[in-house]
């Protein structure tokens, strides 16, 4: 079992940037690849970044390439996702999510909103 607590959101102008955070329980942390998701209003949830249980490797969407970058911690069982050059289309609710063992594990959210 795994639990997720997400925490860094917040208001933040077009250009501005925000570290995002995703805390996790569990002493199997390191085995899990690691993602985050994010889902504006009225749309899908959408995969926005992941990285391997290793941090080795990293993938991103077309749409947040360049400007955000997920990393980890497994000494302190946490996943950050640095976000930079925000723009309004970022505004969304941004979902931390853990998978390993066959199983899937989502945080509960956290808002994002970009002001332009």
């Known amino acids: 079992q795994v639990q997720l607590v997400e925490s860094g959101g917040g208001l933040v102008q077009a250009g501005g940037s925000l570290r995002l955070s995703c805390a996790a329980s569990g002493r199997t942390f390191s085995s899990y690849a690691m993602g985050w998701f994010r889902q504006a209003p009225g749309k899908e949830r959408e995969f926005a970044a992941a990285i391997s249980w290793s941090g080795g490797n990293t993938y991103y969407a077309d749409s947040v390439k360049g400007r955000f970058t997920i990393s980890r911690d497994n000494a302190k069982n946490t996943v950050y996702l640095q976000m930079n050059s925000l723009k309004p289309e970022d505004t969304a609710v941004y979902y931390c999510?853990?998978?390993?063992?066959?199983?899937?594990?989502w945080g509960q959210g956290t808002q994002v909103t970009v002001s332009s």
């Open positions: 999510n853990a998978q390993g063992y066959g199983r899937d594990y």
